[in-house]
T-cell receptor, first 117, second 111 residues
Framework: AQTVTQSQPEMSVQEAETVTLSCTYD???????LFWYKQPPSRQMILVIR??????QNATENRFSVNFQKAAKSFSLKISDSQLGDAAMYFC??????????????FGTGTRLQVTL | NAGVTQTPKFQVLKTGQSMTLQCAQD?????MSWYRQDPGMGLRLIHY???????DQGEVPNGYNVSRSTTEDFPLRLLSAAPSQTSVYFC??????????FGPGTRLTVL
């Protein structure tokens, strides 16, 4: 079974600065997908960024980028130019690419990000 | 598009009561799933469905039933509520690019 570990329960960043959230995972599979989700106080789960394991290029979405290290099974999220609206819980998630595992996302325990002035 | 909708938003039950959490999506997604979110444990998969008439168990299925009679709807039934089922429940559907779209969640308290 796959596991996802987020070792930072809480992080803090000043507005306009950069912060990196860590995520490691354990799997014996070679093809899979990784995700970062944001959960603000409204409780809504919002997809931030997605990475396919077969792609070597790191995904980017505006101020959000990932550092995907497949051999190390590491998938960190970098938030640049942090904004107050970035304050939220961030979850790392894994999904197998094997047929028949279509809807199974495995989540980490989350990192709470505070953004200060 | 409304996306994924869930009702109710909040519910309080007494131990032993049964209820159904409703989930609907209007994106014609085949894959739908239910998760529960507990403090310090992230989200855990309860049940999922790969299409109408097909369901399967996730990590924590005990105490819950699901059915999928249409592509749009995927209700979650609590058969006999227990305090251990106090949680926030999320329904999700999977899009064409493997991303999951989540509903707004249902906060359930079992007394």
């Amino acid at each position: 079974a796959q596991t996802v570990t987020q070792s930072q329960p809480e992080m803090s960043v000043q507005e306009a600065e950069t912060v990196t959230l860590s995520c490691t995972y354990d799997t014996s599979e070679s093809d899979y997908y990784l995700f970062w989700y944001k959960q603000p106080p409204s409780r809504q789960m919002i997809l931030v960024i997605r990475q396919e394991a077969y792609k070597q290029q790191n995904a980017t979405e505006n101020r959000f980028s990932v550092n995907f290290q497949k051999a190390a099974k590491s998938f960190s999220l970098k938030i640049s130019d942090s904004q107050l609206g970035d304050a939220a819980m961030y979850f790392c998630a894994y999904r197998s690419a094997i047929a028949g595992t279509a809807s199974k996302l495995t989540f980490g325990t989350g990192t709470r990000l505070q953004v200060t002035l | 598009n409304a996306g994924v909708t869930q009702t109710p938003k909040f519910q309080v039950l007494k131990t032993g009561q049964s209820m159904t959490l409703q989930c609907a999506q209007d994106m014609n997604h085949e894959y739908m799933s239910w998760y529960r979110q507990d403090p310090g444990m992230g989200l855990r998969l309860i049940h999922y469905s790969v299409g109408a008439g097909i369901t399967d168990q996730g990590e924590v299925p005990n105490g819950y039933n699901v059915s999928r009679s249409t592509t749009e709807d995927f209700p979650l039934r609590l058969l006999s509520a227990a305090p251990s089922q106090t949680s926030v429940y999320f329904c999700a559907s999977r899009g064409a690019y493997n991303e999951q779209f989540f509903g707004p969640g249902t906060r359930l308290t079992v007394l």
